[in-house]
């Protein structure tokens, strides 16, 4: 089987290795999936673009989408750095786990969000009625449908090139549910 590694910053584009003190800078670290982006002269940049585009959801409500799509897909990696994030957004140790769950009791928006993703997901984007009808009741607008389901997309993306290239997990370790 092919062996991918992650790329040092002298094996990157000029224009990668700017992204990469930036995200030193920012991060204190360029994370290996990040990194591994940047073997491709344009992909890194456009997929911070797509994490960091201005959305309708806010960073609990990103995170919950992150996490769900990485527990539904089992990407260890994403499963490790979301903890972590989602725990910088707020989050406790129990909650992530009902997160990655979808099985939300502290916050009834959320978990309409966690489930209507998980469904999303898990059936190819073809959520049950009742799903679509509880995101709507709890809240949430048909601009925030568009952003949910890019976020689902980008993480799809990152989820996707972790379980081909199988990079080293550089974030703790997500505990097992």
Do not use: W
Not at 15 to 22: E, K, L, V
Not at 64 to 86: D, E, F, M, P, R
């Amino acid at each position: 089987m092919k062996k991918f590694t992650v790329p040092t910053k002298a094996e990157v584009s000029e224009t990668n290795q700017h992204i990469f003190d930036n995200l030193e800078k920012n991060l204190g670290m360029v994370p290996n999936l990040y990194a591994y982006f940047a073997k491709n002269d344009t992909a890194l940049g456009d997929y911070l673009a797509l994490q960091s585009r201005k959305n309708t959801l806010n960073g609990k409500e990103r995170e919950v989408i992150n996490l769900v799509v990485s527990q539904v897909n089992n990407c260890k990696y994403c499963l490790a750095a979301h903890t972590v994030v989602g725990k910088m957004n707020g989050f406790t140790e129990e909650q992530v786990l009902e997160i990655r769950k979808a099985a939300i009791s502290f916050d009834h928006k959320l978990a309409a969000l966690a489930e209507f993703v998980k469904e999303s997901v898990t059936s190819r984007g073809e959520p049950s009625a009742e799903s679509v009808e509880a995101l709507f009741n709890a809240g949430y607008n048909e601009a925030n449908l568009i952003d949910i389901l890019i976020v689902i997309g980008d993480k799809i993306i990152s989820n996707y090139l972790h379980k081909i290239t199988l990079l080293p997990v550089d974030f703790p370790e997500a505990p097992e549910l």
